[in-house]
């Protein structure tokens, strides 16, 4: 998966600059992520430290979570528009309950990996799009938070609020964490069978099909693994915050599918990268820092995010036509 | 069998021997009878074929012939609807998917891999037995092995991805996978050649002349008469859904292949004298495509079909007209309609109602000002209606409550009810039932009369009969131009296969 073996099928082209273009395109969610917090140390020197580290890059890791469950909605070419209002669900069921009744909770979260699982199964039986179908989802979930918990309160179990503030020695704890994530990730959508399943059924669900691969069950899987995902975005969210509420996360569903399209994903065809996805998001929740650390005030911090995320995606675009444009011509 | 061909008869006893080494007790695969319908279209009618092992059977017939959905019966993604099916000594039911039987395994023609996995996730995808640990290494090392086998200098390395090499090497990797099975007994070949160059379409047939002598089975589909013809221990030709010739390859010439597919003509439909007083009108458009006998130049009240194998450019040449790339449109392209062929995904919207799908090219002349205007459609709808003889639906309906039929019927009624001088058609009567057709060759015909012009894909060749002037295309080129009493099956195919 090097770029230069990408360059190799197709001989008569540039290499030379073909491995350029394609090294940068792999190399840009990592470039983004390094210069945001590049400006950020600049104008700040404090923020490079371990400290500052572990406190910019605090809240990245419920995203991170969110963003890699979202990567495996788009492997299979469809999209998790309730992610957001999932991952508040979570956070509000651990709230409520996860220090007084850890199994109840614990039986909840499954049930609920269990409505992904249903929800993927769903849309490859009924060919229904998955846009309309996690619309609705979450509107389902958002519904079942506010009724849970209509203003917001909880409190998260003291042991999961000491987790996630726990300090390693060397090393911020949300990069160890984001670092274990992209590895682990890396290697179940890269390397092993369910991936390339998984994958496959995103770049030609067809030839799956005329392999005997049953489509039903590796999307419903594919989703499980989402909601999975889901489930540990919300639970590490709450031990971040220490206390729920049914809103406090509807900002990850567009949040997430921008950071698997920064980190090189693509909305069809199967593309995804775990890594890219983890900086993906790392590099999103930089902005909103660097925009702090910018003293512009909160009115203008969306759009300015906003405008922050065209850029780069139009970067993006950009490498991807100039390698599209030396391609062949198939 | 309705025609009697020296060439059929002297044929038949050779079915039932066995084959000349004699190793060939029970047939690897036996099919008897096999019928299968596509909603209208009948596309086999009582297939038998029985496969010795050790045997290269070349397949050969025109588009429609029946030859794919043959070989997607024969790999099991399609269950025959009645038939013996006897694979071995185990007889599997019709009507019932089972997928692939055991030691059957086909390249399909469009290829079957992920464009966005790598050679070695495509040969996980395709062998299930390639699991648990390092089952990348095993993977690689079979499709190296393989690739060095049958392609020699082919270039692929197992970390490529699909998507980055030619259209050439992909072919060469679906073929390589398929023939890395285990335990395989009969190998499909639906044209693996159409994408590769002569040296490895060279490697390929020696190889499978090798596997041949080590007793696997390989059917050969291919347009290449040539290639059939230096491979294949025996030729069947396949005509409307039926084997009607199945022949030794000994002495067997181009000629006789190319006699075998064609059809005995039934009588003309349209008279001479009625096409020569079409035909007559101001030239409208002309488009640069290579070949001999090109450009393409059609007139007004001209009915201009093109011919020849299916996607040998006749597709592209009606989408560059459609982009305004055309002479004598000065690029203004709102003078074209377009009849897709391909109804799910360019033709009906599916979610809307006949009248909205008939009235969709017309939008520009239904206008009153800024907005539509009801009445002006309901006017358009209910003259349509009555022209092409919709049932078994009210206008107002979804679309997909019509049969195919019909919902081509209101793809036809959406051009010819448009503004559009000129109608272009990309093979929009595949499957499509004979009442049908009937009805929109006369719509056709009358339209052409009342001085419009039609540009008309077709793989039927019956269909050309309704043409006044035809092209023929071979490999993005126009090879001939047949008028009048020269619009044959037999001249079609001639310049569709000469090479």
């Known amino acids: 998966m090097s770029a230069s073996s990408t360059a190799a099928g197709s001989p008569g082209r540039s290499i030379s600059a073909l491995v350029s273009v394609a090294l940068l395109r792999r190399l840009l969610p990592a470039a983004s992520f390094v210069i945001l917090l590049g400006a950020i140390i600049s104008i700040n020197p404090r923020a490079g430290t371990y400290m500052g580290l572990t406190l910019i890059l605090n809240l990245a890791v419920p995203l991170v979570l969110a963003t890699l469950s979202q990567m495996l909605v788009i492997a299979v070419n469809d999209n998790d528009l309730s992610i957001g209002a999932f991952v508040g669900f979570i956070a509000c069921a651990g709230s409520l309950w996860l220090q007084s009744s850890p199994w109840m909770t614990i039986g909840i979260f499954v049930l609920s990996i269990a409505v992904y699982a249903l929800l993927g199964w769903l849309?490859?039986?009924?060919?229904?799009?998955?846009?309309?179908?996690?619309?609705?989802?979450?509107?389902?979930?958002?519904?079942?938070?506010?009724?849970?918990?209509?203003?917001?309160?909880?409190?998260?179990?003291?042991?999961?609020?000491?987790?996630?503030?726990?300090?390693?020695?060397?090393?911020?704890?949300?990069?160890?964490?984001?670092?274990?994530?992209?590895?682990?990730?890396?290697?179940?959508?890269?390397?092993?069978?369910?991936?390339?399943?998984?994958?496959?059924?995103?770049?030609?669900?067809?030839?799956?099909?005329?392999?005997?691969?049953?489509?039903?069950?590796?999307?419903?899987?594919?989703?499980?693994?989402?909601?999975?995902?889901?489930?540990?975005?919300?639970?590490?969210?709450?031990?971040?915050?220490?206390?729920?509420?049914?809103?406090?996360?509807?900002?990850?569903?567009?949040?997430?599918?921008?950071?698997?399209?920064?980190?090189?994903?693509?909305?069809?065809?199967?593309?995804?990268?775990?890594?890219?996805?983890?900086?993906?998001?790392?590099?999103?929740?930089?902005?909103?820092?660097?925009?702090?650390?910018?003293?512009?005030?909160?009115?203008?911090?969306?759009?300015?995010?906003?405008?922050?995320?065209?850029?780069?995606?139009?970067?993006?675009?950009?490498?991807?036509?100039?390698?599209?444009?030396?391609?062949?011509?198939? | 069998m309705t025609h009697s061909d020296s060439f059929v008869e002297g044929a038949m006893p050779d079915v039932k021997a066995p084959s000349a080494d004699g190793h060939a007790a029970t047939p690897v695969v036996a099919l008897t009878g096999i019928t299968r319908r596509f909603g209208a279209v009948q596309a086999l009618c009582g297939v038998d074929l029985v496969i010795r092992p050790g045997e290269c059977i070349g397949l050969v017939g025109h588009n429609g012939a029946g030859k794919s959905t043959l070989m997607f019966v024969l790999a099991g993604v399609l269950a025959p609807d009645s038939g013996e099916f006897r694979v071995g000594d185990q007889v599997r039911p019709a009507r019932t998917h089972l997928g692939p039987p055991p030691g059957v395994r086909c390249v399909f023609q469009e290829l079957s891999l992920c464009p966005n996995l790598t050679v070695v996730e495509n040969a996980r995808i395709f062998h299930h037995a390639l699991t648990g640990r390092g089952w990348r290494q095993r993977a690689a090392a079979l499709m190296v092995r393989q690739l060095d086998e049958i392609f020699p200098g082919h270039g692929i390395r197992p970390s490529d991805q699909l998507g980055d090499l030619a259209i050439g090497r992909r072919q060469m990797v679906e073929i390589v996978r398929a023939f890395a099975s285990e335990g395989l007994k009969v190998m499909i070949l639906d044209e693996p050649t159409s994408a590769l160059d002569d040296k490895a379409t060279q490697q390929l047939l020696e190889y499978v002349r090798r596997r041949v002598a080590g007793g696997l089975s390989v059917i050969l589909i291919s347009h290449r008469l040539r290639e059939v013809l230096q491979v294949a221990d025996r030729v069947l030709v396949m005509r409307d859904g039926q084997v009607v010739a199945d022949r030794l390859n000994q002495n067997l010439t181009h000629t006789d292949l190319v006699a075998a597919m064609g059809h005995v003509a039934p009588a003309q439909e349209v008279s001479a004298a009625a096409k020569a007083e079409a035909g007559a009108g101001e030239q409208c458009l002309t488009l640069s495509v290579p070949g001999p006998a090109a450009p393409l130049v059609a007139h007004f009240g001209e009915i201009v079909g093109l011919a020849g194998l299916s996607g040998q450019g006749q597709t592209r040449a009606l989408l560059a007209l459609m982009r305004g790339r055309g002479g004598g449109l000065g690029g203004d392209v709102n003078r074209l309609a377009f009849v897709a062929g391909d109804r799910q995904s360019d033709g009906v919207f599916p979610l809307w109602s006949i009248a909205r799908n008939l009235t969709a090219r017309s939008l520009r002349a239904l206008r009153r000002g800024p907005l539509l205007d009801p009445a002006l459609t309901a006017r358009m709808v209910e003259a349509w209606r009555k022209r092409i003889d919709i049932r078994g639906a009210t206008m107002d309906r979804g679309i997909l409550n019509l049969s195919g039929g019909n919902q081509q019927k209101v793809l036809f009624a959406r051009a010819l009810a448009s503004d559009a001088r000129i109608v272009l058609m990309d093979d929009p009567m595949r499957g499509v039932d004979v009442g049908t057709k009937t009805e929109v060759y006369r719509l056709i015909r009358e339209e052409a009369r009342a001085g419009r012009c039609f540009i008309w894909y077709t793989t039927e060749t019956d269909e050309l009969k309704n043409c006044d002037r035809v092209y023929v295309f071979r490999a993005g080129a126009i090879v001939a131009e047949l008028c009048g009493d020269d619009i044959n099956e037999a001249n079609v195919l001639e310049a569709s296969f000469h090479s």
């Open chain 1, 123 to 330: 849309i490859q039986a009924y060919r229904l799009p998955s846009l309309a179908m996690t619309l609705g989802m979450s509107f389902v979930w958002y519904g079942f938070a506010v009724v849970m918990l209509p203003a917001p309160g909880g409190q998260a179990p003291a042991w999961l609020h000491h987790a996630m503030t726990w300090r390693p020695a060397f090393i911020p704890l949300p990069l160890l964490i984001s670092l274990v994530l992209a590895v682990v990730m890396h290697m179940l959508v890269m390397h092993s069978s369910f991936g390339v399943l998984a994958r496959g059924l995103g770049g030609n669900g067809r030839a799956l099909a005329r392999a005997s691969w049953s489509l039903l069950a590796i999307r419903a899987g594919t989703y499980a693994a989402a909601g999975l995902l889901g489930v540990l975005s919300g639970v590490s969210l709450l031990g971040l915050a220490t206390s729920g509420d049914a809103n406090m996360a509807g900002r990850y569903t567009l949040l997430s599918i921008a950071g698997v399209i920064l980190g090189g994903g693509e909305f069809v065809g199967g593309k995804v990268s775990a890594v890219g996805a983890v900086f993906g998001a790392l590099t999103l929740s930089l902005v909103t820092v660097l925009l702090t650390f910018l003293s512009i005030s909160t009115d203008w911090q969306i759009g300015s995010q906003g405008v922050i995320l065209i850029l780069v995606l139009a970067l993006r675009a950009l490498l991807q036509r100039n390698s599209d444009a030396e391609g062949p011509v198939a």
